[in-house]
């Protein structure tokens, strides 16, 4: 069972970057079965799948997104990190890391989210 | 990308109701089709997944139907924990998207 858990800073002001972390526990984040993702929910509304990365390194970013995201891992802390630059304010939102299991390519864990708004 | 149309938006009911959500993609996904509940201040939920099948534990009165671009979620006997929002998302290829929602209200 893994369990996953969100953590950087509530607030960022706009052309800054978002940083934020995701902390893996219950399970390898080396393991060859999954992608680790990120997904985002502005308020109120839908959600929005930005990317994943593999264990290897490898990456996939929404295209709407491209550009602007960075998808990261790093082992050694059992955690992935997203990036997202010269943020505004439509980049408010609830962010949330997940899992994707890689040969179904459906999201199985969740983390519980962490918002995060784009203010000066 | 696949784009998922999710319809109505929002929708009254009661409880005992039955209830109909449907998503329609833009190309054909197979069945690769997953049905999310979600609550506020809380993460998305699996309902349903592969268009028809219930995840482990899902009560039976959640269903799913569907293949290629059309697919319904069938909600029999609508129970207070049912009133939330439902996502339908597609992972048939990549970037994984999702249907609007639709919201449940009494």
């Known amino acids: 069972q893994v369990q996953l858990q969100e953590s950087g800073p509530a607030l960022v002001k706009p052309s800054e970057t978002l940083s934020l972390t995701c902390t893996v526990s219950g399970d390898s984040i080396d393991r060859h079965t999954h992608y680790w993702t990120w997904i985002r929910q502005p308020p109120g509304k839908g959600l929005e799948w930005l990317g994943y990365i593999y264990y290897s390194g490898s990456t996939f970013y929404t295209p709407s997104l491209r550009g602007r995201v960075t998808i990261s891992l790093d082992s050694s802390y059992k955690q992935f990190s997203l990036k997202v630059t010269s943020v505004t304010t439509a980049d408010t939102a609830v962010y949330y890391c997940a899992t994707i299991e890689m040969t179904t390519d459906r999201i199985d864990y969740w983390g519980q989210g962490t918002p995060v708004a784009v203010s000066s | 990308d696949i784009h998922m149309i999710q319809s109505p938006s929002s929708l009254s009911a009661s409880v005992g109701d039955r209830v109909n959500i449907t998503c329609r993609a833009s190309?054909?996904?197979?069945?690769?089709v997953v049905w999310f509940q979600q609550k506020p201040g809380k993460a998305p939920k699996s309902l349903i997944y592969a268009a028809s099948t219930l995840e482990v534990g899902v009560p039976s009165r959640f269903s799913g139907s569907g293949s290629e671009t059309d697919f319904t979620l069938t909600i029999t006997s609508l129970q207070p924990e049912d009133f939330a929002t439902y996502y339908c998302q597609q992972y048939d290829d990549y970037p994984l998207t999702f249907g609007g929602g639709t919201k449940i209200e009494i």
């Open positions: 190309q054909d996904i197979k069945n690769y």
